[in-house]
């Protein structure tokens, strides 16, 4: 079993729909919790970034964490073309050196 | 900031050739991380350096992968010999890191490696 799971998709929507992205994972130790983003021949960056369990929001996204069921989601609201992207869940144990475990990534496609 | 800087963008090589990639890292941070992209393992982490010192190097895949970090702004992973397995991309990341805390990695454009 991976220790991040995420479907890879991929997820088509029409402009305007909200978007549901989801991530499961294996170990109840970690406690950081990312949303990367990627455009196509780019590398990562950086979405959303969480600590333990609750919502965090920033304009049109919003983080979820559950650490009860193991669940990671990311809402994207209004989505937009400039949203296709792939996705990638990550999280991380507290601590000093922090090594990210990846999810698959789920590749999405906002069309007008 | 330029951001992570990678090179080359692409690289096609022959079966049993050498092959080097390398990094700038973002000025001033202290911790650099090799990455792997496929489609079939996703973001694979090869290796992690900090202040220029490999701190764990569990995800190189065998004896062919080697990296090295000669001082802040600089870093290599060479593969050698080559194979077509290797076929990927190969991320450079870079972050700030301070203990207790977790600071965000920000990632190079990638080198299209492909082993023909």
């Known amino acids: 079993q991976k220790e991040v799971e995420q479907d890879p998709g991929p997820l088509s929507v029409p402009e305007g729909a909200i978007v549901s992205l989801n991530c499961t994972y294996s170990?109840?130790?970690?406690?950081?919790f990312m949303w990367y983003r990627q455009y196509s021949r780019k590398g990562p960056e950086l979405l959303m970034y969480t600590y333990s369990s609750g919502n965090k929001e920033d304009g049109r996204f919003t983080a979820q964490v559950d650490k009860s069921s193991k669940y990671i989601s990311l809402f994207i609201r209004d989505s937009q073309p400039s949203d296709s992207a792939t996705y990638l869940c990550?999280?991380?144990?507290?601590?000093?050196?922090?090594?990210?475990?990846f999810g698959a990534g789920t590749r999405l496609a906002v069309h007008p | 900031d330029a951001g992570v800087i990678q090179s080359p963008r692409h690289e096609v090589t022959e079966m049993g050739q050498e092959v080097t990639l390398r990094c700038k890292p973002i000025s001033g941070h202290n911790s650099l991380f090799w990455y792997r992209q496929t489609m079939m393992r996703g973001l694979e982490l090869l290796i992690y350096f900090n202040n220029n010192v490999p701190i764990d190097d569990s995800g190189m895949p065998e004896d062919r992968f080697s990296a090295k970090m000669p001082n802040a702004s600089f870093s290599t992973l060479k593969i050698q010999p080559s194979e077509p397995r290797d076929s990927a991309v190969y991320f450079c990341a870079s972050s700030l890191n301070r203990v207790g805390s977790n600071e965000k990695l920000f990632f190079g454009s990638g080198t299209q490696l492909s082993v023909l």
């Open positions: 170990n109840s130790a970690f406690q950081y």
């Open positions: 990550a999280t991380s144990f507290s601590g000093g050196y922090n090594k990210l475990i």
